[in-house]
């Protein structure tokens, strides 16, 4: 199992769940992605992402001035 993180910090809807799909190509099952964000929609937009395609969110964590850390699982 491993662990990555993606910063989209600056990014705006819907290019960070485009570099999240990118990336998900090379995650293997049990993987961790990590993605760092900060447009309005960030937490709305991973989750449907991830509701979708049957992914896990591990965690949310608020870290201030709007932004976030989710946490994916594969």
Do not use: H, N, Y
């Not at 989209?8 to 995650?27: E, F, S, W, Y």
């Not at 937490?43 to 991830?50: A, G, N, Q």
């Not at 049957?54 to 699982?73: F, H, N, P, T």
């Amino acid at each position: 199992m491993a662990v990555e993180i993606l910063d989209t910090l600056g990014l705006k809807c819907p290019q960070p769940v485009l570099k999240i799909a990118v990336r998900a190509a090379d995650m293997k099952p049990g993987d961790i992605l990590e993605v760092l964000g900060d447009c309005p929609t960030f937490e709305r937009d991973i989750r449907v992402w991830s509701e979708r395609l049957g992914k896990v969110l591990l965690s949310i964590k608020d870290e201030g001035a709007e932004k976030k850390r989710i946490q994916i699982q594969f």
